[in-house]
T-cell receptor, first 112, second 116 residues
Framework: GENVEQHPSTLSVQEGDSAVIKCTYS??????FPWYKQELGKGPQLIID?????GEKKDQRIAVTLNKTAKHFSLHITETQPEDSAVYFC???????????FGRGTSLIVHP | DTAVSQTPKYLVTQMGNDKSIKCEQN?????MYWYKQDSKKFLKIMFS???????INETVPNRFSPKSPDKAHLNLHINSLELGDSAVYFCASSQVVAGGVKDTQYFGPGTRLTVL
């Protein structure tokens, strides 16, 4: 089955800095890679996703890159703000499957 | 205009009791899920229903029984609660779009279950 590794488990940055979270996956048939943000006391919410026919996708301060050959994908947050503090999950899902495999999460702390 | 809602938000109960958690989605999705999130934040799939039919049942004790009265609801009933059942339970939903592509999952706010 699919295995998703996520690093780092904790990331502490100063407000205004950039943050990068990296994930690797094992199943070459995976073709959909969502990223979720989970704030304290809430459920995970999709913030950005990418499909395997695209190498990069941006949405304002967040971007995701995908390297299919190396089987890794990354989340980039620029100009971080305290409200970006949360747990971020990457996931990978193979075509035809309902269920993504989640990484173990990264706790991002943005210090004012 | 809540998309995926769960009740209750908090549930505190004694070992051995039976409890239920309700989930409703107003997105018109055809697939619903239950996840368990442990204290280390790991998200583990428990069940998935598509059009009221069970399609995924991971290795979950049979004390856990999901029930889907219609496409918009997926409730979770737990018998004989144990200490290890303490966790946050999330309901989610998704939709199959054109060409059989599975759209992303939308999660509810979670139910924190504490078993004493």
């Amino acid at each position: 089955g699919e295995n998703v590794e996520q690093h780092p488990s904790t990331l502490s940055v100063q407000e205004g800095d950039s943050a990068v979270i990296k994930c690797t996956y094992s199943d070459s048939a995976s073709n959909y890679f969502p990223w979720y943000k989970q704030e304290l006391g809430k459920g995970p919410q999709l913030i950005i996703d990418i499909r395997s026919n695209v190498g990069e996708k941006k949405d304002q301060r967040i971007a995701v890159t995908l390297n299919k050959t190396a089987k890794h994908f990354s989340l980039h947050i620029t100009e971080t703000q305290p409200e970006d503090s949360a747990v971020y999950f990457c996931a990978a899902r193979r075509g035809g499957s309902y269920i993504p495999t989640f990484g173990r999460g990264t706790s991002l702390i943005v210090h004012p | 205009d809540t998309a995926v809602s769960q009740t209750p938000k908090y549930l505190v109960t004694q070992m051995g009791n039976d409890k239920s958690i309700k989930c409703e989605q107003n997105l018109g999705h055809d697939t619903m899920y239950w996840y368990k999130q442990d204290s280390k934040k790991f998200l583990k799939i428990m069940f998935s229903y598509n059009n009221k039919e069970l399609i995924i049942n991971e290795t979950v004790p049979n004390r856990f029984s999901p029930k889907s009265p219609d496409k918009a609801h997926l409730n979770l009933h737990i018998n004989s609660l144990e200490l290890g059942d303490s966790a946050v339970y999330f309901c989610a939903s998704s939709q199959v779009v054109a060409g059989g592509v599975k759209d992303t999952q939308y999660f509810g706010p979670g139910t924190r279950l504490t078993v004493l």
